[in-house]
């Protein structure tokens, strides 16, 4: 089983002919979901570029052609992608998790101690 939100397409674009193979590409990826039943919706669909910004990409969704929006992170499977690849926005959000986790298990601890003086008084 297969879910829209499930497909990647990438390419390494250095000049105008990459780009327009890219978007046949995503032209045929289109065309071959159609068959199968797996409704690609463009409103959803979004590109990274990483590095330099050469074109945009393009979606046809019901005889209306639709600019793809453009998007600098992503999550897949957990870790954090970046347009610039660096790591530090997984950095922060691992710290920011362990933070939380972190204070969750003082204010249990610091029960814990307010029961047992209670109990010992």
């Known amino acids: 089983m297969m879910f829209a939100d499930d497909t990647k397409i990438w390419t390494k674009i250095s000049s105008e002919s990459d780009s327009e193979s890219l978007q046949e590409d995503l032209n045929k990826l289109i065309t071959w979901s159609e068959p199968w039943l797996l409704k690609f919706h463009p409103e959803k669909c979004k590109v990274m570029h990483i590095g330099h910004q050469i074109n945009t990409c393009n979606m046809t969704d019901t005889g209306k052609t639709v600019q793809l929006n453009l998007t600098r992170e992503k999550k897949e499977l957990g870790v954090y992608i970046v347009d610039s690849l660096k790591p ?18 003082k204010k249990e601890l610091q029960k814990c101690w307010y029961r047992k003086i209670l109990i010992t008084v």
Do not use: F, G, H, Y
């Open 88 to 105: 530090s926005l997984q950095c922060v959000k691992i710290s920011n998790k362990a933070t939380s986790v972190m204070r969750l298990k």
